[in-house]
C-alpha cells in the first residue's frame, strides 16, 4: 500500500462469550459468542443477536480469553477415573412404595 | 345544519384536522427513519451491527403501523396503516426532514439516529401524559423502545468521536452537515400549538431545553463540537421536503404502486 502515512487497520474486535438467563430463577446458559469493541456494545449486541425472540430476561458477557479451559489432551487423567464409578449415581436404592414424590 | 351548530362545530372540525396532523407527524417520521435504516441490512460493517440496525429499523415500523392506524382511524375516510404508508406522495409526508437524510457512512448514520433518539425520547416522554390516551399508550410502548435506541446511538457517537482521528474527523463532519435539520425538530407551529392548548402534546420549548441539555452532554462526551444554529427552508412538518424523500418512497412504495392490492 502507498498510504504509508495512515494508522494500520484497526485490529479485529475481541471475542466474547454471552450467557443467557431465560426466566427468573434459571441460571445462565451459554448460548454463543461474538465480536465487539468493549463491555457495552457487547452486551447490546448480545441482546441484538440473541434475545430478539424473547430468549431472555438477563444477559451475562465475558471476554473469552478470561475463560479458562481444561486442556484436551487431558481429558483422559480428568475424565476417565470416573467412568467405572458408576454407583456415584443414586440409583441403586430400593425407593420405599410410602415414598411418591422421588 | 343551523349556522349556529355549525359555528359551534368548527372548533372542533379544527382541532380534528390538527390531531391527525400531528399522528401523521410523528407516524411518518417513524416511518421514513426506519425505511431508512432498513437500507443496512446487508450492509453494516459487522453481523451484529447489521443486526442491531434491522432491530431498530423494525421498532420504528413498529411504531409507524401504531401510529399511522390511529391516523386513519381519525381521518374516518378508511384508510388503513398500508394506505397511507403505501399510497401517499411526498408532498402527503408529513416526517421531519431530518428523518429522510441518506445514511451516507456508518457515522453519519449515527449523528441522525442519536439527534433523533434524543428527539423521541423528550417526546414521548411527555406524551405519556397526553389527554389523548391513545396517544399516551403508544407513546409509553415507544419509549422503551426509543431508551435502547438512544443507548445504541450514543454509545456508538461516543466511540467514534472519541475514537481515531478518522472516526471522529468522520463524525464532527456528520454532525455539522445533519445540524441545519435540527432546526425544524423544535419549531413549533399551528398544529403544534393547538396540541399543546388542549393538553394532547407537550410544549415543545420545553422538549428543547431539555434534548439540549442532553445533546452537550453526548458531545462533550464525545470530544465534538456543537455546530451554530442555521435557518432551514425544509419543512418536512408541512410537507415540504429534501429531494431524498421521493427516492425513499419510490422504493418503498413500489411493490405496491405497481402491483395495487398485492399481499403475501
Given at each position: 500500500m502507498t498510504d504509508a502515512g495512515k494508522p494500520p487497520a484497526s485490529p479485529e474486535w475481541p471475542l466474547f462469550e454471552v450467557f443467557i438467563r431465560?426466566?427468573?430463577?434459571l441460571e445462565h446458559k451459554h448460548v454463543g459468542s461474538l465480536h465487539a469493541a468493549d463491555a457495552r456494545m457487547a452486551i447490546e449486541h448480545a441482546r441484538d443477536v440473541y434475545t430478539r425472540r424473547q430468549e431472555g430476561v438477563s444477559i451475562w458477557v465475558v471476554r473469552s480469553v478470561q475463560i479458562i479451559a481444561s486442556d484436551p489432551e487431558e481429558a483422559d487423567a480428568l475424565f476417565e477415573p470416573a467412568r467405572d464409578k458408576v454407583y456415584r449415581h443414586p440409583s441403586f436404592y430400593v425407593i420405599p412404595d410410602e415414598v411418591k414424590n422421588l | 345544519m343551523s349556522r349556529a351548530v355549525a359555528a359551534a362545530a368548527r372548533p372542533d372540525r379544527a382541532l380534528h384536522e390538527a390531531l391527525l396532523r400531528y399522528v401523521l407527524r410523528l407516524g411518518d417520521t417513524s416511518l421514513v427513519l426506519g425505511q431508512r435504516l432498513g437500507e443496512w441490512v446487508g450492509h453494516a460493517p459487522t453481523l451484529e451491527e447489521d443486526l442491531g440496525l434491522a432491530n431498530l429499523a423494525l421498532d420504528l415500523i413498529g411504531q409507524a403501523r401504531l401510529l399511522l392506524t390511529y391516523a386513519g382511524e381519525i381521518e374516518g375516510r378508511e384508510r388503513d396503516e398500508d394506505a397511507l404508508a403505501y399510497l401517499r406522495d411526498a408532498p402527503e409526508f408529513f416526517n421531519l426532514a431530518l428523518a429522510e437524510q441518506p445514511n451516507g457512512d456508518f457515522g453519519c448514520t449515527i449523528v441522525r439516529q442519536w439527534l433523533m433518539d434524543s428527539w423521541q425520547l423528550e417526546i414521548y416522554t411527555s406524551l405519556q401524559e397526553s389527554t389523548d390516551s391513545r396517544l399516551a399508550a403508544i407513546a409509553a410502548k415507544a419509549l422503551k423502545e426509543t431508551r435502547y435506541h438512544y443507548r445504541f446511538s450514543s454509545g456508538w457517537l461516543v466511540r467514534l468521536g472519541d475514537g481515531t482521528a478518522e472516526s471522529h474527523e468522520r463524525v464532527q463532519r456528520a454532525v455539522d452537515e445533519l445540524?441545519?435539520?435540527?432546526?425544524?425538530?423544535?419549531?413549533?407551529d399551528e398544529v403544534d400549538e393547538r396540541m399543546v392548548a388542549v393538553g394532547i402534546a407537550p410544549p415543545l420549548s420545553t422538549a428543547e431545553a431539555h434534548w439540549s441539555a442532553r445533546v452537550d452532554e453526548d458531545l462533550r462526551a464525545a470530544s465534538l463540537k456543537r455546530p451554530a444554529a442555521q435557518p432551514y427552508p425544509w419543512h418536512g412538518k408541512r410537507g415540504v421536503h429534501t429531494e431524498h424523500l421521493g427516492y425513499v418512497l419510490a422504493e418503498m412504495q413500489h411493490l405496491q404502486r405497481t402491483y395495487p392490492g398485492a399481499r403475501w
Amino acid at each position: 500500500m502507498t498510504d504509508a502515512g495512515k494508522p494500520p487497520a484497526s485490529p479485529e474486535w475481541p471475542l466474547f462469550e454471552v450467557f443467557i438467563r431465560s426466566r427468573a430463577g434459571l441460571e445462565h446458559k451459554h448460548v454463543g459468542s461474538l465480536h465487539a469493541a468493549d463491555a457495552r456494545m457487547a452486551i447490546e449486541h448480545a441482546r441484538d443477536v440473541y434475545t430478539r425472540r424473547q430468549e431472555g430476561v438477563s444477559i451475562w458477557v465475558v471476554r473469552s480469553v478470561q475463560i479458562i479451559a481444561s486442556d484436551p489432551e487431558e481429558a483422559d487423567a480428568l475424565f476417565e477415573p470416573a467412568r467405572d464409578k458408576v454407583y456415584r449415581h443414586p440409583s441403586f436404592y430400593v425407593i420405599p412404595d410410602e415414598v411418591k414424590n422421588l | 345544519m343551523s349556522r349556529a351548530v355549525a359555528a359551534a362545530a368548527r372548533p372542533d372540525r379544527a382541532l380534528h384536522e390538527a390531531l391527525l396532523r400531528y399522528v401523521l407527524r410523528l407516524g411518518d417520521t417513524s416511518l421514513v427513519l426506519g425505511q431508512r435504516l432498513g437500507e443496512w441490512v446487508g450492509h453494516a460493517p459487522t453481523l451484529e451491527e447489521d443486526l442491531g440496525l434491522a432491530n431498530l429499523a423494525l421498532d420504528l415500523i413498529g411504531q409507524a403501523r401504531l401510529l399511522l392506524t390511529y391516523a386513519g382511524e381519525i381521518e374516518g375516510r378508511e384508510r388503513d396503516e398500508d394506505a397511507l404508508a403505501y399510497l401517499r406522495d411526498a408532498p402527503e409526508f408529513f416526517n421531519l426532514a431530518l428523518a429522510e437524510q441518506p445514511n451516507g457512512d456508518f457515522g453519519c448514520t449515527i449523528v441522525r439516529q442519536w439527534l433523533m433518539d434524543s428527539w423521541q425520547l423528550e417526546i414521548y416522554t411527555s406524551l405519556q401524559e397526553s389527554t389523548d390516551s391513545r396517544l399516551a399508550a403508544i407513546a409509553a410502548k415507544a419509549l422503551k423502545e426509543t431508551r435502547y435506541h438512544y443507548r445504541f446511538s450514543s454509545g456508538w457517537l461516543v466511540r467514534l468521536g472519541d475514537g481515531t482521528a478518522e472516526s471522529h474527523e468522520r463524525v464532527q463532519r456528520a454532525v455539522d452537515e445533519l445540524w441545519r435539520f435540527t432546526g425544524e425538530l423544535f419549531a413549533a407551529d399551528e398544529v403544534d400549538e393547538r396540541m399543546v392548548a388542549v393538553g394532547i402534546a407537550p410544549p415543545l420549548s420545553t422538549a428543547e431545553a431539555h434534548w439540549s441539555a442532553r445533546v452537550d452532554e453526548d458531545l462533550r462526551a464525545a470530544s465534538l463540537k456543537r455546530p451554530a444554529a442555521q435557518p432551514y427552508p425544509w419543512h418536512g412538518k408541512r410537507g415540504v421536503h429534501t429531494e431524498h424523500l421521493g427516492y425513499v418512497l419510490a422504493e418503498m412504495q413500489h411493490l405496491q404502486r405497481t402491483y395495487p392490492g398485492a399481499r403475501w
